[in-house]
């Protein structure tokens, strides 16, 4: 499902609401302007029936002047003065009545009442007549448009702060400790804010307690190692003094290693982003194997690749190093080329999915005593540089593959 953004949906909710009100607005000026049509036909067809009932009756001309005037109305008596003005003048409705009918006609914005009274052309002009003004609908749309607009702006202002409060929780998540996500006032946002600072004031002082806690480790370690390193090479020539020897460079190089994973999985290692070729790249991870040349098969381009020289090596090596454990023949085969390099033994299909070996401490049945952070280390090595890493049985092989 597609995320979307509070603010957006917010925003569409308003434009949404605010198109509505406008369509309810533009349709209720419609009606609102046949109300008023309307008003104006049943008051003029009340006059005119009045009109031709004083008439049939044989009222006098002064009453139905008086008539005229309290319907304000205006009786034209000059022929010609009615022609002129009927001229050109556009029918809005004819009502027939038992003595003739009754027209209603517009000329502009005047409107006139012509009656035939058996023959007898009587014509009056509306004088209270008031063309229609749309003018107080639209004042009323706009004044809800504004209070709308004014809610929108209060709301969007008041979780305006969730916008800093998500770039700070990002960086966060990109390994920036030193931040701070604390947003003053009393609201909830607020409040939350101040909890995730809290949290990560926490969790700040955890991570520092444990790089130095990791750093004494290493201190520790390194400092015997040194001291064992160069005892063994004053011992006499041997196999006795090489066998030892390595045992304490493999030693060493496992405790840097340790250090170096422990840098990238707190975002702390600086990548030394440089072509490298892949004769390189292997020649390095056997020496850092430790291991004979010889244990192995390559079938290796000469092509280059951009990445980290020293995290890549590692990865390679922790994958010679899985091959030589757990294939049956403690050999391997590399094929490398421009898109992906891969590690092949023979050996028996992995029980599980690779998703379960690339956790921390994870090891199979037959796992030999070890780190236990071999895949996981290549997975991370991996998607620090953007590759994948993939797994793959054929003709009972086991075939790990760096993807670039």
Same mark, same amino acid.
Request: glycine share 6%; with cysteine; aromatic share 12%.
């Given at each position: 499902?597609?995320?979307?953004?509070?603010?957006?949906?917010?925003?569409?909710?308003?434009?949404?609401?605010?198109?509505?009100?406008?369509?309810?607005?533009?349709?209720?000026?419609?009606?609102?302007?046949?109300?008023?049509?309307?008003?104006?036909?049943?008051?003029?067809?009340?006059?005119?029936?009045?009109?031709?009932?004083?008439?049939?009756?044989?009222?006098?001309?002064?009453?139905?002047?008086?008539?005229?005037?309290?319907?304000?109305?205006?009786?034209?008596?000059?022929?010609?003065?009615?022609?002129?003005?009927?001229?050109?003048?556009?029918?809005?409705?004819?009502?027939?009545?038992?003595?003739?009918?009754?027209?209603?006609?517009?000329?502009?914005?005047?409107?006139?009442?012509?009656?035939?009274?058996?023959?007898?052309?009587?014509?009056?002009?509306?004088?209270?007549?008031?063309?229609?003004?749309?003018?107080?609908?639209?004042?009323?749309?706009?004044?809800?448009?504004?209070?709308?607009?004014?809610?929108?702006?209060?709301?969007?202002?008041?979780?305006?702060?969730?916008?800093?409060?998500?770039?700070?929780?990002?960086?966060?998540?990109?390994?920036?400790?030193? =931040?701070?996500?604390? /947003?003053?006032?009393?609201?909830?946002?607020?409040?939350?804010?101040? #909890?995730? $600072?809290? !949290? @990560?004031?926490?969790?700040?002082?955890?991570?520092?307690?444990?790089?130095?806690?990791?750093?004494?480790?290493?201190?520790?370690?390194?400092?015997?190692?040194?001291?064992?390193?160069?005892?063994?090479?004053?011992?006499?020539?041997?196999?006795?003094?090489?066998?030892?020897?390595?045992?304490?460079?493999?030693?060493?190089?496992?405790?840097?290693?340790?250090?170096?994973?422990?840098?990238?999985?707190?975002?702390?290692?600086?990548?030394?982003?440089?072509?490298?070729?892949?004769?390189?790249?292997?020649?390095?991870?056997?020496?850092?194997?430790?291991?004979?040349?010889?244990?192995?098969?390559?079938?290796?381009?000469?092509?280059?690749?951009?990445?980290?020289?020293?995290?890549?090596?590692?990865?390679?090596?922790?994958? =010679?190093?899985?091959? /030589?454990?757990?294939?049956?023949?403690?050999?391997?085969?590399?094929? #490398?080329? $421009?898109? !992906? @390099?891969?590690?092949?033994?023979?050996?028996?299909?992995?029980?599980?999915?690779?998703?379960?070996?690339?956790?921390?401490?994870?090891?199979?049945?037959?796992?030999?005593?070890?780190?236990?952070?071999g895949l996981y280390i290549v997975e991370m090595i991996a998607k620090v540089h953007g590759f994948r890493f993939k797994y793959d049985y054929r003709e009972g092989k086991n075939r790990f593959i760096i993807e670039f």
């Amino acid at each position: 499902m597609r995320r979307v953004s509070i603010f957006v949906f917010i925003t569409a909710i308003f434009a949404i609401a605010f198109l509505a009100a406008g369509t309810a607005f533009y349709f209720y000026s419609i009606n609102d302007r046949f109300r008023h049509n309307q008003m104006v036909v049943q008051r003029n067809i009340l006059f005119a029936q009045n009109i031709l009932l004083r008439v049939e009756r044989g009222d006098t001309a002064e009453q139905i002047m008086e008539t005229t005037r309290k319907y304000g109305m205006r009786w034209i008596l000059d022929p010609e003065q009615g022609k002129s003005l009927l001229m050109g003048a556009k029918l809005l409705g004819r009502q027939p009545t038992p003595s003739g009918f009754i027209d209603m006609l517009k000329k502009g914005n005047r409107i006139f009442v012509l009656i035939n009274a058996r023959g007898k052309l009587i014509l009056f002009e509306d004088m209270q007549f008031k063309p229609y003004d749309p003018m107080i609908v639209w004042i009323y749309f706009a004044l809800t448009a504004f209070v709308m607009l004014l809610i929108f702006w209060a709301i969007w202002f008041k979780l305006r702060p969730l916008k800093y409060l998500q770039r700070c929780i990002r960086k966060f998540g990109e390994g920036e400790l030193n =931040i701070h996500c604390r /947003i003053d006032g009393t609201d909830e946002i607020a409040q939350v804010s101040q #909890a995730i $600072d809290e !949290a @990560i004031g926490r969790i700040r002082t955890l991570i520092q307690s444990r790089n130095l806690f990791i750093r004494n480790i290493m201190h520790e370690l390194k400092t015997p190692l040194t001291k064992g390193l160069l005892t063994v090479q004053m011992l006499p020539e041997g196999k006795q003094k090489d066998r030892l020897e390595r045992i304490f460079m493999r030693l060493d190089a496992t405790v840097s290693e340790f250090g170096t994973i422990e840098q990238l999985s707190s975002g702390q290692f600086p990548l030394n982003i440089r072509p490298i070729t892949m004769e390189d790249l292997v020649d390095q991870a056997i020496d850092l194997a430790m291991i004979d040349r010889e244990r192995g098969s390559y079938d290796i381009e000469p092509v280059r690749i951009e990445g980290d020289f020293k995290l890549l090596s590692i990865a390679l090596k922790n994958l =010679i190093d899985n091959a /030589i454990k757990y294939s049956p023949d403690k050999r391997f085969h590399i094929v #490398a080329d $421009d898109k !992906a @390099i891969v590690v092949e033994s023979r050996g028996d299909k992995l029980p599980h999915p690779l998703n379960y070996y690339i956790q921390p401490y994870t090891q199979g049945e037959e796992a030999i005593s070890g780190l236990g952070l071999g895949l996981y280390i290549v997975e991370m090595i991996a998607k620090v540089h953007g590759f994948r890493f993939k797994y793959d049985y054929r003709e009972g092989k086991n075939r790990f593959i760096i993807e670039f």
